[in-house]
Every structure is written in C-alpha cells, then in structure tokens.
C-alpha cells in the first residue's frame, strides 16, 4: 500500500494513468484499522489496474481540507484527476467490491 501525502499527491494520484483508491485514515481510528484488510484484499486483486494508498488524515490537513473530509475511515476513488467516487464509513471486502467493479477494465 502506497503512502500519499499533500507532497506526492499531484505526481502520484492526480497524475496516474490507473484510477487510485485513496483511503483516508488515523491511528485513533479504530474502524480504520478493522478496514485495513478489506483495502489490502482488493490491492492484491486488482494490482496493475488500480493504485491503492493511504493519506494519514492527521499528518496531511491540506488534503483533508481540500477534499472536505469529514469522517474516517473515508475512501476516494480518483480518476483522471478527480474524486470519482467518494464514500465514508466502514465496508467490508464485498462492499469494497462492488465499488470498485466499475474502475477494473
């Protein structure tokens, strides 16, 4: 799992030729950590065809700010350059899933 930051992102998630799903999370989050193996599930599968990341939610507040993140654990599907899809609350592997069917060529 890729780390972005308000550093790499433009480079490594604004500019990727894959869609990204970028989840947002904290170490106080407790959902966040129980979420964890639904996103490293679906970065094995789909490795290649989509790029997956974590932004540290405390540590990147330009991020945060600019994207209104208002809960965690949040996740961000970004395609050329924009959110395509955005959603916030925990999931498990299947629901990870049927979001992501729609960005897997």
């Given amino acids: 799992m890729e780390t972005f930051t308000e550093r790499n992102w433009e480079g490594d998630v ?4 894959v869609p990204v799903v970028v989840g947002f999370w904290a170490e106080w989050c ?3 950590r129980m979420a964890a193996p639904a996103l490293e599930s679906a970065e094995q599968r789909h490795r290649g065809r989509l790029r997956f990341g974590l932004v540290e939610y405390d540590a990147n507040p330009g991020l945060v700010q600019r994207y209104e993140i208002q809960g965690l654990p949040a996740l961000m599907v970004v395609q050329d350059g924009r959110p395509a ?3 916030v609350g925990l999931m498990g592997r299947a629901a990870l ?4 069917r729609s960005f897997v060529s």
């Fill in 14 to 17: 604004l500019r990727s030729p």
């Fill in 30 to 32: 407790v959902p966040c």
């Fill in 85 to 87: 899809l955005r959603r």
């Fill in 97 to 100: 899933e049927d979001l992501l």
